[in-house]
């Protein structure tokens, strides 16, 4: 089975709310599904690195790595592949979050979460963030 490295964000703002993306309806894999920002680790990279990348190219943000806190890892298998998922939170970018690769982005708080459908991944990082103190 493949296994894929990724390299995902939990952005917060100042309401403590998160930003979460719907993915593409033309998107190969998992078409309209609820995400965090982030993706995979190429080679060379480190998930910090990758993780900086990421959030460049689909929020056209700029993170720096002091700014990235680990969170969770989670490991979970789809049909056709195993992710591991690497979780920093970060609350610090610089530059104005723009919807470059999604077709919606949200700031989802506990009260509103449930309402999305997330890829089956993050469910339990979605119940773990929002009954953490």
């Known amino acids: 089975m ?3 490295l990724i390299s995902t964000s939990i952005l917060m703002n100042y309401n403590e709310e998160i930003l979460i993306g719907k993915r593409s309806s033309s998107s190969e894999l998992f078409p309209n599904y609820w995400e965090f920002p982030g993706g995979k680790v190429e080679r060379g990279e480190t998930p910090e690195t990758a993780l900086i990348r990421e959030l460049k190219e689909e ?3 700029t ?11 989670i490991s979970h298998s789809y049909e056709n592949f195993h992710a591991i998922i690497l ?3 970060c609350s610090n970018w610089s530059g104005e979050i723009q919807k470059n690769t ?8 506990s009260t509103c979460v449930n309402k999305y459908e997330f890829l089956p991944a993050n469910l339990k990082l979605i119940q773990d963030l929002f009954t953490k103190s």
């Open 102 to 109: 999604h077709d919606e982005l949200v700031w989802a708080n």
């Open 59 to 61: 929020l056209s943000i």
């Open 2 to 4: 493949k296994l894929n």
């Open 63 to 73: 993170v720096l790595k002091e700014n990235l806190v680990p969170y969770q890892f």
């Open 87 to 89: 979780c920093f939170k």
